[in-house]
């Protein structure tokens, strides 16, 4: 089992910097690629950013430029510098990471923060 807590939300105004941070405990063998979603109130959650184990990143086209995924594997821990935000950017961010139980199980587990709100408001 897998426990991700994710922390750093907080009420910031627009132009404004957040830093979350989602650390991953329990049982497992190894982390692989973590992710961070939002869902704001009456949208689909969607993707932000991913970062994969050797430190590939991606983004969303609405984030490029102004958010920064890393994440240091010696802690399993994921963060999410976010620069700039824009009232649009107000969601419960959610931090995602797939795992691998044992180094005999291939399957890859599915996990999930419990969200962190972050509210960008004047």
């Known amino acids: 089992q897998v426990q991700l807590v994710e922390s750093g939300g907080g009420l910031v105004q627009p132009g404004g910097s957040l830093r979350l941070s989602c650390a991953a405990s329990?049982?497992?063998?190894?982390?692989?690629?973590m992710d961070w979603y939002r869902q704001a109130p009456g949208k689909q959650r969607e993707l932000v950013a991913g970062i994969s184990r050797s430190g590939n990143s991606n983004y969303a086209d609405s984030v490029k430029g102004r958010f920064t995924i890393s994440r240091d594997n010696a802690k399993d821990t994921v963060y999410l510098q976010m620069n700039n935000l824009k009232p649009e950017d107000a969601a419960v961010y959610y931090c995602?990471?797939?795992?691998?139980?044992?180094?005999?199980?291939?399957?890859?587990?599915?996990?999930w923060g419990q969200g962190t709100q972050v509210t960008v408001s004047s």
């Open positions: 329990g049982s497992f063998f190894i982390i692989y690629d």
């Open positions: 995602n990471a797939k795992s691998q139980s044992s180094r005999a199980t291939l399957r890859l587990a599915d996990n």
